[in-house]
């Protein structure tokens, strides 16, 4: 049997079920991420050329100089920091450009793939490793310097199904997925796993 969402498909297999959610092109979205993300490189070219400025003062007339070291250290962190602001938009661009997420759920394992243009890496879970299914909201970047009507314009950063490790931090799949499906799959990650649906296990039932 599939079923099939707007960016979602959920298909049954002999032994266990694949989910493959797509990337979802939204026009408006697109553009915004756009327009932020060349206001982005812009700032990060800028920071870049006044590192490279810098770095050529610490040799003058001959000899070492060690005046320009707190602005190229100053300028340094700042090139990190703004590139790491820079992540979550990219990524968001790029899976709605071609991004695939797919769930391989059998007996006893969940497997994961999360893909940009068929690039991306895979994860296995285990009946064991994973305390609890549940579906959450997804938590949300907002853009630096972007608002619209007043508000800051967000990207997703995690999917909406999360899997409790033991001792760790949560782990995230279905980027992307709506809700609807989001408790469908949560729903059959947990009777693979952990062996109940998490209505019994609110009631406490084996």
Known sequence: MITTQSSSTIQSLPGGTRVEIRGKRNGRELLLLSAWLAFWLMCEGMIFALLLIELGRFQQEGRISLMPLPVTLFLMMGLVFWASRGVPAWRAFLWQLGGKETLEISRGLLK?????????????????????????????????????????????????ISLQMDGQKPHYAGYGLE????????????????????????????
Do not use: C, M, W
């Open 179 to 206: 809700t609807s499906p989001a408790n469908q799959v949560s729903a059959l990650i947990q009777r693979q796993l952990l062996g109940d649906l998490p209505d019994q296990k609110q009631k406490g039932k084996p």
């Open 112 to 160: 994961t793939r999360r893909t940009v243009f068929g690039i991306g890496p895979a994860r296995e879970y285990r009946t064991g490793q994973v305390q609890e299914v549940s579906v959450v909201e997804p938590k949300k970047h907002a853009l630096d310097f972007f608002k619209l009507r007043g508000k800051p314009v967000e990207v997703p950063v995690t999917g909406r």
